[in-house]
């Protein structure tokens, strides 16, 4: 939720801030925070952690550290149902595994016997997924403590420092102007300036991304100081300005009318110049290539200073294409402490009389090589962090999709405090923030929000060892990247080896200064013999035979490198945070067409398979994982083998074609009522726990409908992409999630109406057809044999229905995706669905009727 335009008078704070109460500064600390506290238990949750406060304050703190975080437990009468009902429904689902073993009754035993295996496999896949969820914990950042206690009266602060990696893969689908606001609202967080510096891997090469960043470099000066001045949220200017209403005369003050007007003017103007950019560098590099000569007649690409571009070219080359160039890593905006050039300062005296210092900006474009794996984002990330460490070497990380922007400028200091707090910060290695999206349809169709999981499932994990690592709004201690032991479990005198870090000596010098928790306040001078170190660092040649992708950095040879770069983390014996804020710290941009979001499932599901599959698997890797911790990660590692078998489930109404009556199991009614307790009682347990995870039945429906889509589509295909894989040593391609939308100035969804086949949609398409026709089928003999039926026989075939009618409900997205822009108006289906039930039931009944020659009735 946006800010609302300041009022007429309203007296600002220099420094910004929020008047949210979770984020409360030290002024006016008592009333916000009794309003935080209130607003952090809610309605189910209840303070945990008091008697560590009151210790706390009566002995100073040990080492003289405050606590900067409070922890909140699940209400007891809440949490103790909720934990009774899984053991009571584990005991159901073990009695009816008895039972139907007792019985092994079926007109088809082999089908039998899969039914058996498989609902093994839902029982236990259940159970890993229930078990880790029996202690949620949240946690909220105390930002008036960590206030108190790290910003010193002179206006200067103790926080450590921070490098932030933005990564960004293709400017196509990847739009520069996403990347762009991602990094503007880097630059405009609240957080000391000489403490923060922004990073932007491009791994395209492409010039017109550099010089996007240029234009950054010449709009934040006036951006940042308007953000600063007026507490503007979000300091993402597209967002801004898209999500809150224009001021009006009279109801805000004429100084912040004239300047909003003017930087909405700016930004206005700096979208265009983002916009003309590829033509400008191209009629740019024409003119240069007219008057020079190159080699091989080739067209190079030239920059704005004259000199030709070392990355990919416009007109590619063998040695200037993407896929293939040299290591770049460009300075754009120098560390405050060596000044920047302010170009809109004197055009704008009353926004530049606020402080106008921004963080240091560095473009880095690793090299390219065929020759060589370049290990995806994983390796882009590594890169990104070596050239930090030359650079600015800050004791934390935090690294973002391209896509994302940060929405609460507080959301630095939050995670933050987790990693000073005197409890168990030393121990912490990451933090790990929500994933919110602004993009979404109302309705979230297609369930990207996922707040199920966000919002119970790491709860639930920030009570053990903690939330796992999600590949973006996740803050890092570098040296835990490193693959460096907590201290609680260090070795004395380690030392920063050239065969694990590779021999680089100005690199390893920052792993020894790291080790120490040294950090220089302002970077080393930038010469001609530094810059060459610089790019030697992220050439792609650099890690081979080094411990980089396997014990050091992001993890390699693996498309999901979240997941397990976290389980290796956990592995060495440090905890995880999950840090909740009232005011959402990032948002982002998610896929709403159908077949985007179901290629971004396949990689993710993919990734966890390949993972089980390796050396970090869950049941063998990670020596100090806790137990339950452990049984998180086997979860998800192996949830898309759930779907071969609701697969099969799914088409199994097609027995409704078959003349005669099939069972699966005898005596078919008590097995469907057992089926429907234990089915009713995993739905009671999630009507529990979204009390709980705070969660609307919405959520927890589109996460059902979603799950039942991927289970026919996106997951089957993983688990076929892993045989493949298993047979033929051929990892899972990588495809980048395109984030550009279907042309529509009228619609902003118009995305969500677009349907683009692709074959892992044929099994869905299969499943709704059959359950389509069984319906109709159900119809027409209930037409015909009505008569004739047993009471036992209607019985079972209204509960064979009940199933049919169930999948369904959960394929109701998948239709509407398939009638295209007429989902635009979801009556039709509703309409259409019965006449095509209707129509199948005539068609069975003139079937029956010409074999039969007699009429039903």
Not at 3 to 10: M, Y
Not at 215 to 242: H, M, Q
Not at 356 to 379: C, F, I, Q, T, W
Not at 735 to 746: E, I, W
Request: net charge neutral; glycine share 6%.
């Amino acid at each position: 939720m946006a800010s609302p335009a300041p009022e007429a008078g309203a007296v600002y704070p220099a420094n910004g801030g929020l008047t949210d109460p979770l984020l409360a500064s030290a002024n006016g600390h008592g009333a916000a925070e009794k309003k935080a506290v209130h607003g952090a238990k809610g309605k189910y949750w209840v303070a945990s952690d008091k008697a560590e406060r009151r210790a706390a304050k009566e002995s100073g703190g040990e080492d003289g550290r405050a606590l900067l975080f409070r922890r909140y437990k699940v209400k007891g009468a809440l949490l103790q149902p909720y934990r009774l009902l899984i053991i009571v429904r584990l005991i159901a689902v073990l009695l009816f595994f008895a039972w139907r073993i007792r019985h092994n009754k079926s007109d088809i035993m082999w089908f039998w016997t899969m039914s058996i295996v498989g609902d093994v496999w839902f029982g236990f896949s259940w159970l890993l997924n229930q078990l880790p969820k029996f202690n949620p914990i949240k946690t909220i950042p105390d930002l008036a403590a960590l206030k108190r206690h790290f910003d010193l009266p002179d206006g200067t602060s103790r926080l450590p420092g921070i490098d932030v990696f933005v990564t960004t893969a293709d400017p196509i689908d990847e739009p520069i102007l996403y990347t762009m606001n991602c990094v503007l609202s880097i630059l405009a967080v609240d957080y000391p300036v000489d403490r923060l510096a922004c990073y932007l891997s491009d791994d395209s090469g492409a010039l017109v991304l550099y010089e996007a960043l240029v234009e950054v470099g010449k709009f934040a000066p006036l951006w940042v100081p308007f953000c600063r001045k007026y507490c503007i949220e979000p300091r993402a200017p597209e967002s801004y300005f898209d999500m809150v209403a224009p001021p009006q005369a009279g109801r805000a003050s004429q100084e912040f009318l004239n300047d909003y007007r003017r930087v909405q003017m700016e930004y206005d103007e700096f979208k265009v110049r983002l916009e003309k950019l590829p033509d400008t560098i191209r009629k740019r590099s024409d003119m240069y290539n007219s008057m020079t000569i190159v080699e091989g007649d080739a067209k190079a690409t030239w920059m704005a200073n004259g000199t030709q571009w070392p990355g990919t070219w416009i007109d590619p080359t063998e040695t200037h294409r993407k896929g293939h160039h040299d290591p770049i890593a460009k300075v754009v905006l120098d560390h405050p402490s060596c000044g920047h050039s302010q170009p809109n300062a004197e055009r704008n005296p009353s926004i530049g009389a606020t402080n106008e210092r921004l963080p240091m900006l560095v473009y880095v474009s690793r090299e390219k090589n065929p020759g060589y794996d370049h290990n995806k984002k994983a390796g882009a990330l590594n890169a990104q962090l070596r050239a930090s460490a030359l650079l600015t070497n800050a004791q934390l990380i935090i690294n973002f999709d391209c896509d994302h922007y940060i929405n609460n400028s507080q959301a630095l200091r939050s995670a933050v405090c987790f990693m000073l707090d005197q409890r168990d910060g030393d121990n912490t290695a990451f933090v790990q923030f929500p994933q919110r999206f602004d993009n979404v349809d109302p309705t979230d169709r297609y369930g990207n929000h996922n707040r199920v999981f966000f919002d119970g499932t790491m709860l639930a994990l920030n009570g053990l060892q903690g939330p796992s690592y999600l590949g973006t709004g996740c803050m890092f201690r570098r040296l835990a990247l490193y693959g460096i032991d907590p201290p609680q479990c260090r070795a004395e005198n380690v030392t920063a080896q050239a065969s694990r870090f590779g021999n680089s000596t100005l690199f390893l010098d920052s792993v020894s200064k790291a080790l120490k928790q040294e950090r220089s306040t302002t970077p080393p001078p930038l010469d001609d013999t530094f810059l060459a170190e610089l790019e030697r660092v992220v050439t792609c040649s650099f890690d081979k035979g080094t411990d980089w992708g396997k014990g050091t950095g992001y993890i390699y040879d693996i498309a999901t490198e979240d997941i397990v770069t976290g389980f290796r983390i956990h592995g060495q014996g440090w905890r995880s945070m999950y840090c909740t804020m009232e005011h959402d710290a990032f948002c982002g941009i998610a896929p709403i067409n159908l077949t985007e979001r179901l290629h971004q499932i396949v990689r993710w599901s993919g990734g966890s398979l390949e993972m089980f599959f390796s050396h970090n698997n869950p049941f063998i890797g990670g020596r100090q994982i806790q137990p339950l911790q452990r049984v998180s990660y086997l979860n998800m590692t192996i949830y898309p083998v759930t779907s071969v078998f609701i697969l099969i489930y799914s088409l199994s109404p097609v027995m409704w074609l078959i003349p005669d009556e099939v069972y699966i199991q005898r005596p078919f009614t008590r097995y469907v009522v057992y089926l429907l307790v234990i089915i009713v009682m995993i739905h009671m347990i999630g009507w529990l726990e979204i009390k709980w995870a705070g969660v609307t039945w919405l959520d927890y429906w589109r996460n059902e409908q979603f799950f039942m889509i991927g289970s026919t589509s996106a997951y089957p295909a993983a688990v076929l992409h892993m045989a493949v894989n298993l047979l033929t040593k051929k990892g899972i391609h990588f495809r980048v999630t395109s984030k550009q939308t279907t042309a529509d100035n009228n619609d902003k969804f118009a995305d969500l109406y677009d349907f683009r086949w692709v074959p892992m949609l044929i099994p869905t398409m299969a499943v709704l057809i059959c359950n389509v026709g069984a319906i109709g089928v159900a119809l027409g003999k209930t037409a015909v044999y009505i008569g004739t039926w047993t009471a036992a026989k209607k019985m079972h075939a209204a509960l064979g229905l009940l199933f049919n009618i169930w999948i369904m409900f959960l394929l109701y997205p998948f239709a509407l995706a398939v009638m295209g822009r007429w989902a635009k108006r979801p009556i039709i289906l509703v309409v259409l669905l019965p006449v095509l039930f209707l129509l199948v039931a005539l068609m069975y009944v003139g079937v029956h009727i010409l074999l039969s020659g007699v009429t039903p009735f």
